[in-house]
């Protein structure tokens, strides 16, 4: 019983500390959208498509921490596999 307790801790903590990262990435992407929508606040020679790659990239560490909170939802044991299952999705995005 107090193993299982510790697991249902453990689980909850590598949530948090994931959710915490979802919130903080997710900040720099609308802080960067906020930025560069009607050129306010970026240098106007930067070039539009160079700005939407860079939102583009701000986008894809949210989205693969929370495919990170999937799997630890599915199964706390994956969560140390994570690395390996996410790798490939960070590639691709």
Known sequence: MNQKNGDETQSLQRLKRV???IFMLAMTFLSWWYA????????????????????IES????????????????????????FFLIFPLYLVL
Do not use: A, H, M, Q
């Open 19 to 21: 959710s915490d990262g």
């Open 36 to 55: 560069s929508r009607n050129d306010r606040l970026i240098d106007p020679s930067l070039e539009k498509k160079e700005s939407v790659e860079i939102g």
């Open 59 to 82: 986008l894809s560490e949210p989205l693969v921490s929370l495919f990170s909170i999937i799997v630890l939802l599915i199964n706390p044991t994956y969560w140390e596999w994570n």
